[in-house]
Structures are given as structure tokens and as C-alpha cells.
């Protein structure tokens, strides 16, 4: 359901980064490459693995606006984290003893000491990250950076981190126009162990993070297929390279996800798009190759990098 798209997608910049940021920045010598803010996103990583917390959280869609109850456990190596809705229908996602060790291919493209060291500029070739300020939020002390993207095929993002502990406190996703499309912030926090029990809900979801090379098949399609065009700097989450209908991508910021399904009779041509906050999901009947398909686009990218996606879809050979 939405509401879970919309708190998974927080999940990525909440990752292990490297604890070699400020000075690998100006050994790769990376255009617009804050030293100061790398630096904060490393403490914001190292800062996911370090404290338990919760509090309550707001996310903002234009007038819509979910209030979400959120905890998160650091305990003998692993990690679980609790997200319940309070408004609307009420549902709840768990994800439990999530290894701290466990590196996911979105963690990998953020986890660019490496690269830096090596000259490369990693995920700092497809955003600028510039400390811009400070505020309060939920009562903390706080630092903004703003991430700011190198091409039109990916949305930008300003964030809070707590200036003591490095966690996020708050983010907003904007596009053309600098138009803020979704907002998540914390209304209030404590960093005491968190407590288990919550709201009463009537769905509750399991979050599952399965290895990339045992992804689940969805919709498995007659032959292979590829997505011949991708946005600079976004790479595959999972090894679904055969006859699955499903491909999922990442830049380490943004996700989204590329779904095929055949048809035996022919399709009619068009498109559709529905957007909400910075998700978009953008739907196109079309030929491959003769053959009437449907390509369904979802994730956070524009719609113009959504429909450009769909148009390099091809079969292999």
C-alpha cells in the first residue's frame, strides 16, 4: 500500500557511509564536493548503527498529511525498526534483527570513501551536497544540507540531521521549481530504548530485505528483456536478469522499479501517469518488437526519466 512505499523509501539514506568523507572529497577533487557535509552524512550513517530511538513523525503530500509512530532497536549486532500509522486506516510495517553487517546494493552506492580515495567521485557525481545552515527540529538542535542533483533525471533533497547524535530529523524531497513534493519530519523524540508495544492497527506488514541474487519473480514474462537507458549512476538492487518481470534500480537516493507484462491480443497504445508526493508511476501499453506489452514505471524520478526508462525497453537477444 502507499503508506509503506512512502516509509521505505526513507530507509536508504539511513545507511553505513564511510568514516573517510572529508578527506577523500578533496583527494577525487569532485565539483561542488562539501567536505563539511560529507562529513555529516558519515555521522549520519555511523548514527543509524549507534542509538535506539523513537518519536512520532509527519508525512506531507501536498494537503495530505500521516502521522506515523516510529522506533528503532540497536541491540548485539542487529537492528529492528517499527513504523505505524496513526491517521487513516492504521497499518503497521516491522522489519526485524536486520544485520548491521548487511550491505544492500542501494547501501553500496553510498558507501563512496572507496571510490573517493581512488579518484572516482561516486554518488557525488550525480548530487552536490552543501551544509546550508541550521535549525530546530522536534526540539534537537539540528544542521541542514542541501542535496542538490547534476542533471534534470533526478529530484533534490534538503535534510536535517541532529547536530549531537547525526540523525535525520527531517527531509524534503523538491523538484522543477524548487516545488517541495513530500516532507517527513520528526514532531517529537527520545533516544531511550524504544518502546515495543504501539497503537492498535488492522494490517501489519512484514518488511523483508531478501539477498539481491534471490529476489522474488513477479509476473514471469515468456523471454529476457532489458532497460537499454538509465539516468547516470543508477544500478540494479537485485540480479533479476532473466524472465522476470520486474527490474528495480537505484542511485543510492531515489529507487524505482521497471514492471513488464505480455499481452496475447494487441494492447492499445498510451500512456498514463499518477503522482503522489515524489512517487510517480507512469503506465505504457506499447509494441516491443511487434509483441503488445505493458511497462509500468515507479519510484521517485520525474516522469520524463520514468517515460524515457519505458521507451528503452527491449527484448534480448
Known sequence: MRFTISLQRLWPILLLLPWCFASAAHAANCEGADPEALAWLDKMGAGIHQHSYHGVVTLQRRENMHVMQVSHLVNQGVSSERMTQLTGQGARVDRSAHPLECVHPGHRLLQVGKDLQAGNCGIASQYRFVVNGKERVAGRAAVRLQIVPRDMYRY????????????????????????????????????????????????????????????????????????????????????????????????????????????????????????????????????????????????????????????SIDWMP
Do not use: C
Open 156 to 311: 533534490g533533497y534538503r535534510i536535517a540531521l541532529d547536530r549531537e547524535t547525526g540523525l535525520l530529523l527531517k527531509a524534503e524531497t523538491y523538484g522543477h521549481g524548487d516545488k517541495v513534493l513530500e516532507k517527513f519530519q520528526y514532531a517529537n523524540l527520545s533516544y531511550e530504548d524504544a518502546p515495543r508495544g504501539s497503537a492498535e492497527v488492522e494490517t501489519v506488514h512484514q518488511a523483508e530485505h531478501p539477498h539481491p541474487d534471490h529476489s522474488a519473480i513477479t509476473a514471469p514474462v515468456s523471454k529476457p528483456w532489458a532497460v537499454n537507458w538509465l539516468p547516470r549512476g543508477f544500478a540494479a538492487t537485485d540480479a533479476s536478469a532473466g524472465v522476470s518481470g520486474r527490474r528495480s534500480y537505484t542511485d543510492g537516493l531515489a529507487v524505482f522499479s521497471v514492471f513488464l507484462e505480455e499481452f496475447e491480443h494487441e494492447i492499445r497504445p498510451g500512456e498514463g501517469v499518477v503522482r503522489e508526493g515524489a512517487t510517480t508511476a507512469y503506465t505504457r501499453g506499447m509494441s516491443v518488437e511487434g509483441e503488445p506489452v505493458l511497462i509500468t514505471v515507479i519510484g521517485e524520478v520525474p516522469v520524463n526519466t520514468a517515460r524515457m526508462v519505458a521507451d
